[in-house]
């Protein structure tokens, strides 16, 4: 679902590629939140670009390309920035009257397009 809304929304034309996603350990990835990170990876192969090791990402990608709002969002910031992130793209409806203490810039972003033009521009 993750491609059909990356080339349909973000222009990428991905149906004559391989795609493949691994996950580290045996992880299961059963969250919703993982999209947007899946997402970034995924564009970041295509356009053969690198994403700064130090970027987050967080949000649910819904078939529009809106990035839709998650759980537990402070924690998340907050764990992000333990582990070291400089920077967390998050959905932008999840920062809504709250604005982060950590040592992390948190960016609120409404759509995978504006995601990945805010990444790779």
């Known amino acids: 679902m993750i491609?059909?809304?990356?080339?349909?929304?973000?222009?990428?034309m991905l149906q004559n590629q391989d795609a493949y996603l691994k996950a580290t350990g045996g992880v299961r990835l059963d969250e919703p939140a993982i999209d947007l990170a899946v997402a970034m990876a995924l564009a970041s192969s295509y356009r053969d670009k690198e994403i700064s090791p130090t970027d987050c990402f967080v949000g649910e990608i819904g078939l529009t390309g809106e990035v839709r709002r998650v759980n537990h969002i402070e924690d998340r910031i907050k764990e992000a920035?333990?582990?070291?992130?400089k920077r967390i793209f998050v959905p932008k409806n999840n920062l809504q009257g709250w604005t982060s203490r950590d040592k992390i810039e948190v960016i609120g972003v409404?759509?995978?397009?504006?995601?990945l033009q805010r990444v790779f521009a």
């Open 81 to 85: 920035a333990k582990l070291g992130f």
């Open 110 to 115: 409404t759509s995978i397009a504006e995601a």
């Open 3 to 12: 491609i059909a809304v990356l080339e349909k929304r973000a222009n990428l």
